[in-house]
């Protein structure tokens, strides 16, 4: 360290600083260097005291830090240290402070620390005054960056969203029973994505929420929801477009499954624990009908559904959680439009059904809906609204106000409700669906129409009974004809609940512009078409009708008219005539007022529809009531579900309906007259490779019939895999067995055979499982099944049994192929 | 590549793992936007329950030279990684990343880390046990548990379906970061 000598008063100390490496600091960023990286250039001087003050320069080179360091020894007598220092504080100070060990020394600050503050912006300057009689002071001074660093560190800022959900679902939806692997659940991604709901203004909290849920597809397969069908593609898309949105109205072409997507839609919102409850609004005659989707879409809320009483108050105010869904029915609820205005409770989710009924903003039934508050709204229509701008601004009210105005032009409707209206039309969704789309209906009886049922049912009862050996299947069948008409209408009063949900369609068919054909089996003016036909008549819908007691030479014209003429909407035809060889694809929808019961009966009158030429899809509803001998005879047949239904044996009635006589007799639990053995059959001769899944079934059905089980197919989505429950009495007991049916090509693997193998294992009742197949086993499989209570039927001994219990004949396709005989 | 562990029969499970949570890391790189990061935690059926994200890091030049070779696994392992790993209100059972740099990410994770991927080649007879591909690089302590939870969980969710949700989240994060 060497001294300056000769300094003249306002000596200035330089003092520089460099870093060792050569680089480029770029100023408009911060950066750091570390302190070994710099040469330290330090300077000292002495000076006098008569040479002060004494001042140090350093120049700023954009560091973050820097820590100039003074110090002064005197040299001579006694000693001097003066040491400055300086840190820089901020972005535009810098503090020196100087220390002294001088006494009396006094500095500038008449302290021994003196602390400048010097500005960074350009040179700074730091000068210590001293004011001592020393005659030598030495002053060093020595600059230095502090350890903070000039570095290259990355320092990005981190963003987090939590999204905490209480997933929720009654336990009894975990259990092992009711789950299957996603392979079986698997539902289809869909293409286009629906579009996404209007943010606007909304966080990018909610729209990260959006983007993060998993696809919609994604979640209904989900297994442990377990949904009995997969919905088509159109539906998945509906259904996320419905959970996505907080107001909405769901205008599909009828029979699309409005409903079907409205429940699963709030199915997820409930699991998401996004809603606690559910309040419909529907037409009275709907009520069964939601009940029955419900059940079939959502069957965990079974138990948490309510329906509305004459409570109706009380019944609005429910909020608990053990009611999960309330229905209601338009015409109570208007009851309560007043009361409706002064309440302020709030239901988390509202679906109105049918929501042209609010159409008439003046109507009770309107002031009533829209009293109704709701966090989420979804109005459900298979009407066109959007073709009546008035209409629309009512719905509108319910669902969202301010967002029309009544005046406004179609346009400016259109463009307002655009984000907030899906309607899908048959024609859109064609690939998509299959050609033919069948329904039972379920239709309760009420009132008059109901007492009339009961008192006819338990009065033939009795007659039937008291007629003792002596009763026939005519005396059945008479009592059967009789209370079917009842199921039609009630003979004094006229009252129908199937018209009721008849208009209720015939509404919105007409609105489509579509048609539809009605059938009955009875023409008379008290049960059959001629009824139905006045009461379309009073709804100014024009129906046509086609019958027997219509002249053969007016057939034609009616069908001519009925196909023709854009205003003739409805066919009303009885099976006998209309059944056969019309060609009626105008409609596309086809209602069977009341049943046949022979499935190639039924069939035919829908073929007048679903025929060459039809260019849309076909719709079949079919009506059945409730709790009458309707629904018996619709289970029964549906449990057998025989193979060759088509087929009536020699020595039954041609109105057998498909039934055996002891099945006839036992719809009214009646003793049986002893049989008269039927002749032995001819074993049918099968193509086994041209068999539909459910005719392999049924095959399989009546096999385990003729080994002398009583066997249950399995109606609809199979029961846990299971296809049959075959059943029968052995000594020490019954007999249980599941059987599982594969009409297959590949050989079946483990894992199904695993699947089975769950059910047994987890119902005591079961005595081992069956599996059969027209293929093959793999070797993983029979590894899996040894030991095991299961079968494996392979086409080898599934031909050996047929052979054996004379069910059927296999034989090979004319082309040399297929399995032999 | 690592053999699958857990179930070897390819049945699944009679019920559904719940109670696990899963991570999804990653690490994207553009010349436009520099690295980015983004972390999604999900549970057992695959739903959100956190996301987080970085902004970009967009190095300098002489912070490409200084850094060099190391310069993206610095970036995203060392600051990215370690950062989404802060302050995470749920701990993962186990994290999946989308590229095989990503696994070296174990280090600043603390977890079970595995790139996940298809399955492209099937495997013969076991072709139908698993459509999934795990590559823990060497860290062999990781792979009996990821294995599990694959193998658990794959028969009832889309294990890598999260990823394409987390891009698209952490696109629409930059586009609203970038406009502000």
New interface residues.
């Given amino acids: 360290m060497g001294w300056l000598k000769g300094v003249q008063k306002g000596i200035m100390g330089r003092v520089e600083y460099g870093a060792r490496s050569t ?2 600091p ?1 100023l408009s ?1 911060s ?1 750091r260097v570390t302190a070994t990286d710099l040469q330290i250039v330090s300077h000292s001087f002495r000076v006098d005291s008569s040479q002060l003050p004494l001042s140090a320069q350093a120049t700023r080179l954009g560091s973050d830090q820097i820590q100039l360091s003074a110090q002064a020894t005197r040299l001579g007598s006694g000693q001097i240290q003066l040491s400055a220092q300086a840190t820089r504080l901020g972005s535009d100070q810098i503090q020196l402070t100087v220390h002294s060990n001088i006494e009396h020394m006094d500095l500038v600050a008449s302290r021994k620390e003196c602390e400048l503050s010097i500005p960074v912006t350009g040179p700074h300057f730091c000068s210590v005054s001293l004011d001592t009689s020393a005659t030598d002071v030495g002053l060093e001074f020595a600059c230095m960056v502090l350890a903070p660093i000039i570095s ?1 560190d ?1 320092t ?10 209480t ?1 929720r679902e009654p336990a009894s939806l ?1 259990s ?1 029973r009711n ?1 299957q ?3 079986h659940s698997l539902v289809a991604p869909v293409t286009p994505l629906p579009p996404p709901p209007p943010l606007g203004t909304s966080s ?1 909290e909610e ?3 959006l ?5 919609i597809h ?1 979640i209904l397969s ?3 929801l377990c949904l009995p069908e997969k919905p088509y593609p159109y539906q998945t898309m509906g259904i996320k477009w419905l959970y996505d949105r907080q107001y909405a109205l769901l205008a599909d072409e009828m029979g699309l499954g409005k409903t079907m997507q409205a429940i699963i839609a709030a199915r997820l919102l409930y699991r ?1 624990g996004l809603i606690n409850q559910v309040l419909i609004v529907c037409p009275k005659t709907l009520i069964p009908n939601w009940q029955t989707e419900l059940r079939m879409w959502w069957p965990q809320v079974s138990s948490n559904i309510s329906v509305a009483d004459s409570d109706r108050q009380w019944f609005l105010r429910l909020g608990t959680s053990r009611i999960v869904v309330k229905i209601i029915n338009y015409e109570a609820l208007a009851r309560e439009a007043d009361w409706l205005k002064t309440q302020k409770f709030s239901h988390d989710l509202i679906i109105i059904d049918e929501a042209q009924r609010i159409k008439n903003p003046g109507r009770k039934t309107a002031l009533a809906v829209k009293a109704l508050r709701g966090q989420r709204r979804w109005a459900l229509t298979g009407t066109p609204l959007e073709n009546k701008a008035d209409d629309l601004v009512s719905v509108f009210e319910f669902l969202k106000r301010g967002v029309l105005r009544y005046g406004s032009s179609n346009d400016t409707i259109r463009e307002a409700i655009s984000p907030h209206l899906l309607r899908r039309k048959t024609e859109e969704v064609l690939p998509d669906l299959p050609e033919k789309i069948e329904q039972d209906i379920e239709v309760e009886l009420e009132g008059d129409q109901r007492e009339a049922y009961v008192r006819a049912e338990t009065e033939g009862v009795v007659e039937l009974n008291a007629k003792g050996d002596k009763v026939t299947i005519t005396h059945v069948f008479a009592l059967i004809t009789k209370l079917r008409q009842i199921c039609n209408f009630e003979p004094v009063s006229g009252e129908s609940s199937k018209v009721a949900l008849l208009c209720e369609d015939i509404e919105e068919i007409v609105e489509s512009d579509r048609k539809a054909l009605v059938f009955s089996q009875f023409v008379a003016e008290d049960f059959g078409i001629a009824r139905i036909s006045r009461i379309l008549k009073e709804r100014q819908w024009g129906p046509l009708e086609l019958h027997g007691r219509i002249p053969q030479g007016s057939r034609t014209a009616v069908v001519k008219k009925f196909t023709t003429d854009q205003e003739s909407k409805v066919l009303l035809l009885n099976y006998a005539v209309g059944g056969v060889g019309l060609n009626l694809q105008a409609a596309n929808y086809v209602y069977l007022f009341d049943r046949w019961w022979n499935p190639a009966v039924e069939d035919q009158a829908v073929k007048r529809a679903h025929r060459i030429g039809q260019k849309s899809k076909v719709f079949v509803r079919r009506f059945f009531c409730k709790d009458t001998i309707e629904e018996r005879i619709l289970k029964k047949l549906m449990e057998k579900r025989r193979l060759f239904s088509h087929i009536i044996d020699e020595g039954r009635p041609d109105q057998s309906m498909g039934l055996s006589e002891e099945e006839i007799f036992s719809l009214f639990n009646l003793k049986i007259r002893p049989r008269v053995p039927s002749k032995p059959s001819t074993p049918v001769p099968i193509i086994l490779e041209n068999l539909d899944p459910t005719e392999f079934e049924n095959l399989v059905a009546v096999l385990y019939e003729k080994q002398g089980y009583q066997v249950t197919v399995m109606a609809g989505s199979h029961d846990q895999g299971i296809d049959i429950l075959a059943e029968k009495s052995v000594a020490g007991g019954k007999e249980r067995v599941a059987v599982q049916c594969k009409h297959v090509q590949d050989n079946v ?3 199904v055979l ?1 699947q089975l193998w ?1 059910v047994v294992c987890h119902d005591a009742s079961i005595t081992r499982g069956d599996l059969v197949t027209s293929a093959g086993f793999t070797r ?1 499989a029979k590894d ?1 099944g040894h030991g095991k209570r299961v079968g494996l039927i392979d086409l080898a001994q599934l031909q050996q049994l047929v052979r054996e219990f004379k069910v059927a004949k296999f034989v090979a396709e004319t082309s040399g192929k297929g399995t032999k005989s | 590549m690592s053999p699958r562990n857990g179930s070897t ?4 499970s ?3 793992p719940s109670g696990v949570i899963l991570g999804y890391l990653s690490c994207p790189q553009d010349a436009a936007n520099g690295f980015l ?1 983004a972390m ?1 935690i999900t ?1 057992f ?13 967009r ?2 030049a ?2 490409r030279l ?2 060099g070779a190391t310069l993206a696994e610095h ?1 995203k392992v060392d ?2 990684a370690k ?2 790993m ?2 995470l ?1 749920f701990r993962p059972s186990v994290v999946f990343v989308d590229s095989c740099d990503m696994v070296s990410a174990r280090r600043v994770v603390g977890l079970p880390t595995a790139f996940l991927t298809k399955n492209e080649q099937p495997q013969g007879a076991a072709a ?1 046990l698993s459509t999934l591909r795990y590559d823990t690089l060497g860290h062999t302590e990781d792979q009996e548990s990821i294995g599990v939870v694959v193998s658990e969980l794959e ?4 294990l890598i ?2 990823f394409s ?2 891009m ?2 952490l696109k ?2 930059q586009k ?2 970038s406009k502000s």
């Fill in positions: 680089f480029d770029d960023k950066w290259y990355f990005p800022t981190a963003y987090r969203f939590s999204f905490m959900t997933p975990f092992p789950m692997p996603r392979s990018l729209r990260l929420r983007l993060l849920t998993p696809p994604e989900d297994p442990q998401e693997g483990r894992p695993q769950g993983e899996f | 029969d390819g049945s699944p009679s019920e559904m990061g999604l549970d059926r695959a739903r959100p329950l956190h996301f987080a994200f970085v902004s970009p890091v190095p300098t002489m912070q200084l850094y970036v600051v990215i950062k989404l802060q302050g209100p139908h028969p009832w969710i889309d379906e999260p949700r987390l698209d989240a629409e994060a609203t970061s």
